[in-house]
């Protein structure tokens, strides 16, 4: 991928994972590893630098582990069993593909070094092989994704949804939030599957669409849901695949945009990001998205190598460790994401943020 920023320094982050991050003389040092789902990716990439400055601060180092290319549990299931098999790693946080399979297979070697899950949690019936998660609270999430949708559509609509792989736990979590909060029904019981019609959305019959994290197939499959002049209200993206290189996001998706503001049947495109240029912000300011919910990557990585530290010490960790996320939204400075309502609450009083 092109890009800026993190992928360009993905070779320094390997320095600085390494011999740039050596302890002091004399210091005991202590090894993590972060195993990502795909290492060319720019969230796993400043992830991975978080986890390195306050490994560096303390002494120790944290290094960035994970498949290159196209991202695949098999493949994360490679690198996470070279990880649990090495003697130098005092703790790993991975970041969850597919849940089942990697329990039964890299995860079954697991118990001798510390695992904690970041962004990505195992699913329940497997938490048992992790000491802590770290990362969004994605049903939160997704609900807040939501929140942003009845901002812009009140009344309701028709939404699609572009996810990532099918299994990411993450990307599921976040799907079940975005139905709750839009159903009204954000308690666990009840209906959680596709919308169909309640407090007026639905979704197109072809949506979720999968398999969307690398962003010139991302920036695909939206100019296709543009292009196919579908009479859709909302599209959420769940990751920042498609503006990830701005240029390309304003030369293919803005004429489109543009044909269909003539057209009056534009729909509101969120997108779920991190850590953002000067260009991507200016795609919002320009009108060719419409709102981003922003995720603290680096802060991920931070707080992955402290529960890591923690449990390398023999202390106590929390269950869960979540970080929060802002909302930025044209013209006015980005705010912390709103708590969604509690379950109960009557869904007249859910207003958008």
């Given at each position: 991928?092109?890009?800026?920023?993190?992928?360009?320094?993905?070779?320094?982050?390997?320095?600085?994972?390494?011999?740039?991050?050596?302890?002091?003389?004399?210091?005991?040092?202590?090894?993590?590893?972060?195993?990502?789902?795909?290492?060319?990716?720019?969230?796993?990439?400043?992830?991975?630098?978080?986890?390195?400055?306050?490994?560096?601060?303390?002494?120790?180092?944290?290094?960035?582990?994970?498949?290159?290319?196209?991202?695949?549990?098999?493949?994360?299931?490679?690198?996470?069993?070279?990880?649990?098999?090495?003697?130098?790693?005092?703790?790993?946080?991975?970041?969850?593909?597919?849940?089942?399979?990697?329990?039964?297979?890299?995860?079954?070697?697991?118990?001798?070094?510390?695992?904690?899950?970041?962004?990505?949690?195992?699913?329940?019936?497997?938490?048992?092989?992790?000491?802590?998660?770290?990362?969004?609270?994605?049903?939160?999430?997704?609900?807040?994704?939501?929140?942003?949708?009845?901002?812009?559509?009140?009344?309701?609509?028709?939404?699609?949804?572009?996810?990532?792989?099918?299994?990411?736990?993450?990307?599921?979590?976040?799907?079940?939030?975005?139905?709750?909060?839009?159903?009204?029904?954000?308690?666990?019981?009840?209906?959680?599957?596709?919308?169909?019609?309640?407090?007026?959305?639905?979704?197109?019959?072809?949506?979720?669409?999968?398999?969307?994290?690398?962003?010139?197939?991302?920036?695909?499959?939206?100019?296709?849901?543009l292009a196919a002049g579908s009479q859709l209200d909302v599209i959420v993206v769940l990751g920042i695949w498609p503006i990830y290189e701005a240029d390309e996001y304003r030369r293919q998706i803005g004429p489109l945009l543009a044909a269909l503001d003539r057209q009056g049947r534009r729909p509101a495109i969120i997108v779920t990001t991190h850590e953002m240029?000067?260009?991507?912000?200016?795609?919002?300011?320009?009108?060719?998205?419409?709102?981003?919910?922003?995720?603290?990557?680096?802060?991920?990585g931070r707080q992955s190598y402290r529960m890591l530290k923690r449990l390398a010490q023999g202390e106590p960790v929390p269950e869960k460790v979540f970080v929060a996320s802002h909302v930025?939204?044209?013209?006015?400075?980005?705010?912390?994401?709103?708590?969604?309502?509690?379950?109960?609450?009557?869904?007249?009083?859910?207003?958008?943020?």
């Amino acid at each position: 991928m092109k890009g800026s920023s993190p992928l360009r320094r993905l070779s320094a982050a390997g320095l600085l994972c390494g011999s740039l991050l050596a302890p002091p003389a004399g210091a005991e040092a202590l090894r993590f590893a972060l195993v990502a789902k795909r290492l060319d990716q720019s969230f796993y990439a400043l992830a991975g630098e978080g986890c390195a400055e306050a490994a560096q601060a303390e002494g120790d180092t944290c290094l960035l582990l994970g498949p290159l290319g196209r991202q695949h549990f098999r493949r994360q299931n490679e690198v996470l069993s070279q990880a649990l098999a090495r003697d130098d790693l005092h703790g790993i946080g991975l970041a969850v593909s597919h849940s089942g399979w990697l329990a039964e297979h890299a995860l079954k070697g697991a118990g001798r070094i510390p695992l904690i899950a970041f962004n990505s949690d195992l699913a329940p019936a497997e938490q048992h092989l992790r000491r802590s998660y770290v990362g969004l609270d994605n049903l939160r999430f997704g609900r807040q994704l939501a929140m942003l949708a009845q901002r812009f559509r009140p009344q309701g609509g028709k939404l699609c949804i572009l996810s990532g792989g099918i299994q990411n736990t993450n990307h599921l979590e976040r799907i079940q939030g975005i139905r709750r909060q839009l159903r009204g029904n954000p308690a666990e019981d009840g209906a959680s599957g596709r919308l169909k019609g309640e407090n007026g959305w639905s979704e197109a019959s072809r949506c979720p669409l999968y398999d969307n994290s690398d962003p010139a197939s991302a920036r695909l499959r939206l100019a296709t849901l543009l292009a196919a002049g579908s009479q859709l209200d909302v599209i959420v993206v769940l990751g920042i695949w498609p503006i990830y290189e701005a240029d390309e996001y304003r030369r293919q998706i803005g004429p489109l945009l543009a044909a269909l503001d003539r057209q009056g049947r534009r729909p509101a495109i969120i997108v779920t990001t991190h850590e953002m240029d000067a260009a991507q912000r200016a795609l919002l300011d320009d009108g060719l998205a419409q709102a981003y919910l922003n995720m603290e990557s680096r802060e991920i990585g931070r707080q992955s190598y402290r529960m890591l530290k923690r449990l390398a010490q023999g202390e106590p960790v929390p269950e869960k460790v979540f970080v929060a996320s802002h909302v930025y939204l044209p013209g006015v400075p980005p705010t912390v994401a709103p708590t969604p309502p509690p379950p109960g609450v009557p869904a007249e009083t859910r207003s958008a943020p």
